[in-house]
């Protein structure tokens, strides 16, 4: 069995989605699959938009679901050429009537939570899927529309999910176990439910660990995460032109990858199938010949310095300095309630007792009612002078060399420093990596382009892949 998964990209437009079904009919005369599809391109943020002008009692959020049900008429008339789409319609607009009452009653209270914003973007996923559904039996295929939520289970953490394994891994035996050679189940990516049955998210891009999740708890032989370019590469392809093509890289690396910025996969999608070694495929939808890159257990040797380049953008450095010693501890646990409450992850933290201070980097979105809400927590610390500095620098990026030898640390990262001093760029701190491998500069954002174009001819040249040995 194979499970598969379609990108946003990939189902982007009426031509992308009738790509995607021939791909799929491709691969079921081959293998028994399973189908993972996210939300057709652009529909999430339309979706988050609309949340954000009904929560300001904006009524254009009607203009943005007007918009969302044309596209998907659209795509349901031109996939579906037979004629026979009125349960389709009728399901779709079931849908859109869920996403307005649910708007209209954040428009009326002007206010909305987490939880109302994932049971409404995950809407986007179940358009998808009921597309896909009805492209797939209109072309003679058997393809049940299987709900996500009832057999991914998580905690209530919405947004940004933890799934329970123990519970999922038993529902999805029990939901998949009658499927048989000649169907194909189809699922919306990055959906669960908590144990009060209210929707959750599993974060953006988490319909990839939709597909890992399932071929996890099956025992897949593969898992085919389909997306717009050839595989994972050297850099971010809208930075670098040339960036390479890094065509094996094991699980540990690819997960340290996808934190640090490759948007190609979800940075939890290899934790489902490590243990069980299912390899997973990053392939193009667009240039279904290509290879692309696997992700398996292999310790690849590869004959270049480093592996590949990522940046984190749109980050914001909040740091703490002069606290008393006594109340360090307890600051910290403040800072990182604080966080929590407003979904803000902990990109790095530097805890000193020795020079009593306190560094976090994060995401600068929701920044500003962390910072207002925090302090106004630490008033009373700030007025005492138990801590007397208290600053946030914002507009920063996270430029991260991701090395591959340890054994000549000295020599890389001499090649890191000399290329970013010829640009005349003043980094604004170093950050240590894992197993001493990885390099990480924080700069200003309005550099990273230029730091990140330097960086790659310094390492990469002009090879055409990241070479393994």
Not at 153 to 159: A, D, I, L, P, Q
Not at 168 to 178: A, D, G, H, S, V
Not at 367 to 387: A, G
Request: net charge negative; proline share 2%; glycine share 6%.
């Amino acid at each position: 069995m194979k499970v598969l998964k379609f990108g946003g990209t990939s189902v982007g437009t009426v031509e992308n989605f009738s790509k995607v079904v021939e791909i799929i009919l491709s691969k079921f005369k081959k293998d028994q699959i399973v189908v993972v599809i996210s939300a057709v391109g652009g529909i999430t943020d339309k979706l988050i938009s609309a949340v954000e002008f009904a929560s300001l009692k904006n009524p254009k959020y009607l203009e943005v679901i007007e918009e969302i049900e044309q596209i998907h008429y659209k795509f349901l008339k031109e996939l579906v050429l037979n004629g026979k789409t009125n349960h389709t319609e009728e399901q779709i607009t079931s849908l859109l009537k869920s996403i307005e009452e649910k708007l209209q009653g954040i428009y009326l209270i002007q206010e909305t939570t987490t939880r109302q914003t994932d049971a409404i973007i995950s809407i986007g996923e179940e358009l998808s899927k009921t597309l896909m559904v009805a492209a797939l039996n209109a072309r003679g295929v058997k393809a049940p529309n299987f709900e996500a939520a009832e057999f991914i289970k998580t905690n209530s953490h919405y947004g940004n999910a933890e799934v329970n394994f123990g519970i999922t891994n038993k529902l999805i035996r029990e939901k998949f176990r009658k499927v048989d050679r000649y169907t194909i189940p189809v699922t919306n990516g990055f959906t669960g439910s908590d144990a009060y049955g209210y929707f959750t998210t599993l974060g953006r891009s988490g319909s990839d660990y939709t597909a890992t999740i399932i071929a996890g708890a099956l025992n897949a032989d593969s898992v085919e995460i389909w997306t717009d370019v050839d595989g994972i590469l050297s850099a971010d392809p809208r930075i670098v032109n040339e960036a390479k093509i890094i065509k094996e890289i094991n699980y540990n690396d690819a997960a340290e990858l996808a934190f640090l910025g490759a948007k190609v996969i979800f940075p939890k999608a290899m934790e489902p199938v490590k243990t069980k070694r299912i390899p997973i495929y990053v392939l193009n939808t667009f240039n279904t010949e290509f290879e692309g890159t696997v992700i398996n257990e292999k310790l690849g040797k590869f004959t270049s310095e480093i592996i590949s380049i990522t940046s984190l953008n749109n980050l914001s450095m909040v740091s703490l300095g002069d606290i008393t010693e006594e109340i360090n501890y307890a600051v910290l646990t403040k800072v990182i309630n604080k966080l929590n409450k407003h979904s803000l992850p902990i990109i790095s933290l530097n805890h000193s007792l020795a020079n009593r201070a306190i560094s976090i980097l994060t995401y600068s979105k929701r920044i500003s009612e962390f910072i207002e809400e925090l302090r106004e927590e630490l008033k009373p610390e700030l007025e005492h002078h138990d801590v007397k500095k208290f600053s946030i620098v914002n507009n920063i990026s996270l430029v991260t060399i991701i090395g591959n030898k340890t054994d000549n640390q000295p020599e890389t990262f001499k090649k890191i420093s000399d290329t970013v001093e010829r640009l005349c760029i003043n980094s604004l701190s170093y950050l240590n990596g894992t197993e001493g491998k990885n390099y990480s500069f924080l700069m200003d954002k309005t550099d990273t382009k230029d730091v990140i174009l330097a960086l790659h001819e310094t390492f990469f040249g002009n090879s055409l892949t990241v070479n393994v040995a």
